[in-house]
C-alpha cells in the first residue's frame, strides 16, 4: 500500500503562482519513491480527469500537457522524497483538484496509486 | 496525441446486473490501458492493469478485456457500492490520456 499526500493548495490570483508538494506518508511497503517515476493529474470541478505532467525516477526526463507546457514545471527531490508541481501564470480555468499519482515503473508504466488531493482554485 | 473515447455514459443499472463499458483508443495502444473507478469526493482507484489483470484486492466481480484499440470493463454482479464513475487510461505513448469516463448509476 502507498499512502501520497499532497500540500500547497489554496486560493491563487489569476496570473501569480503557486507550488505543489507530494509526498509519500506513513507505512509503505515496499515502494521506494527514487525508483518510480511521478504524475500530476488533474480534475475540474464536476470534470473528468485530466493529465498534467510526468517526471521520470531520476527527474532527467519530463513531460507535459498542452495547456501547461511553458507554464508549469514538474520536479522532484528524491533525497526529500518529495514531488513538486510549480504553477506559473495561473488562469481561471487552472483551477481543479490536482493529484500526485505513482507510475507503476520509472516513466511511462501506468499509474498505480494515487494521493487524496489538493483543491487549487483561481480566482480573483 | 492519442484520444480515448467511452461509452455508454451515463449507464443504468440494477443491484446483479452484468453492466459492460467500452473504451476505444484512436491508435493501437496494444495493452497498455488501465480502469479505474472513482466515488465523489474521493481519489481514482485502480481496478485493472495491462487490460486484463485484476489488481490485488479488487473484488473478482471485475474484469477487463482488449487489446489494441477496443477494450471493455465487465462488472458480473453489480453491487451497490460499485456506484461510481470509471475512466479508462492508455500510457502506450506520451501524453498518457484518460477516458471522458462512465458514470454508473442505479435504475
Known amino acids: 500500500q502507498v499512502n501520497l499526500v499532497e500540500s500547497g493548495g489554496g486560493v491563487v490570483q489569476p496570473g501569480r503562482s503557486g507550488r505543489l508538494s507530494c509526498t509519500p506518508s506513513g507505512f509503505t511497503s515496499g515502494f521506494s519513491f527514487s525508483n518510480h517515476g511521478m504524475h500530476w493529474v488533474r480534475q475540474a470541478p464536476g470534470k473528468g480527469l485530466e493529465w498534467v505532467a510526468v517526471i521520470s525516477y531520476d527527474g532527467s526526463k519530463t513531460y507535459y500537457a498542452e495547456s501547461v507546457k511553458g507554464r508549469f514545471t514538474i520536479s522532484r527531490d528524491n533525497s526529500k522524497n518529495t514531488l513538486f508541481l510549480q504553477m506559473n501564470n495561473l488562469r481561471v480555468e487552472d483551477t481543479a483538484v490536482y493529484y500526485c499519482?505513482?507510475?507503476?515503473?520509472?516513466?511511462?508504466?501506468?499509474?498505480?496509486?494515487w494521493g487524496q488531493g489538493t483543491l487549487v482554485t483561481v480566482s480573483s | 496525441d492519442i484520444q480515448m473515447t467511452q461509452s455508454p455514459s451515463p449507464l443504468s443499472a440494477s443491484v446483479g446486473d452484468r453492466v459492460t463499458i467500452t473504451c476505444q483508443a484512436s491508435q493501437d495502444i496494444s495493452n497498455s490501458l488501465n480502469w479505474y473507478q472513482q466515488t465523489p469526493g474521493k481519489a481514482p482507484k485502480l481496478l485493472i492493469f495491462d487490460a486484463s489483470n485484476l489488481e490485488s484486492g479488487v473484488p473478482s466481480r471485475f474484469s477487463g478485456s482488449g487489446s489494441g484499440t477496443d477494450f471493455t470493463l465487465t462488472i458480473s454482479n453489480l453491487q451497490p457500492e460499485d456506484i461510481a464513475t470509471y475512466y479508462c487510461?492508455?500510457?502506450?505513448?506520451?501524453?498518457?490520456?484518460f477516458g471522458p469516463g462512465t458514470r454508473v448509476d442505479f435504475k
Open positions: 487510461h492508455q500510457y502506450a505513448n506520451l501524453p498518457p490520456a
Open positions: 499519482a505513482k507510475d507503476f515503473h520509472t516513466y511511462k508504466g501506468g499509474i498505480d496509486y
